[in-house]
């Protein structure tokens, strides 16, 4: 897992530790020193923690003047156990909202494996965004974490469509990966 780095190539575009606004402002990374580990396997230096025991994610991109982030995600998503949305909110996402952020993408292809509790944080998330016109869009997780998702009912809060599964974000600029969501969430909410 450790050589499992957060996506890169946006870098020239948007650095989460120079935004005045990020949670991660003014963080130092070490490519070398490598101290965080989801169990027993240490993951990459890259990946920020928030406060989570197995979860770890990077802020590869956000727009304010748009009001959209996107983010990736490494580990295990466990709300039963150690109630990893409460942290994300509480840590995470409260702050972006407070800027702005009303869109979340949320990319997923290394997180393996999700314990579902009860959906409150999800459902206060969503009717946050809601409002102000947002959404939450699920890209290139695997299949039985969606499974997990919707088989607990939280599908009614975060975006899980079979297109956004099959994404290849890493040829698209964040801009235009933002435009696709936005352009597939139109189209749901017209038919």
């Known amino acids: 897992m450790h050589d499992i780095e957060p996506y890169y190539n946006w870098r020239d575009e948007y650095r989460a530790e120079e935004d005045e606004k990020s949670p991660f402002f003014g963080r130092v990374y070490s490519e070398f020193y490598f101290k965080n580990k989801i169990y027993n396997f240490y993951i990459h230096p890259q990946w920020d923690e928030f406060g989570s025991q197995t979860l770890y994610l990077k802020i590869l991109y956000t727009n304010y003047e748009e009001g959209y982030t996107i983010l990736e995600l490494i580990g ?19 702050s972006m909202v407070a800027n702005g952020i009303t869109r979340f993408i949320l990319i997923g292809e290394n997180v393996l494996n999700f314990h579902p509790s009860d959906d409150c944080y999800y459902e206060e998330w969503y009717e946050e965004v809601k409002e102000a016109g947002g959404w939450i869009a699920m890209v290139n997780f695997r299949e039985h974490v969606l499974s997990e998702f919707s088989g607990k009912g939280m599908g009614s809060f975060v975006e899980i469509n079979g297109e956004l599964n099959d994404l290849d974000f890493r040829t698209m600029h964040p801009v235009h990966l933002y435009m696709h969501i936005e352009g597939l969430w139109m189209n749901r909410l017209y038919y």
């Open 76 to 94: 295990e998503w466990n709300d039963c156990l150690y109630n990893d949305i409460m942290i994300l909110k509480r840590n995470i996402i409260d």
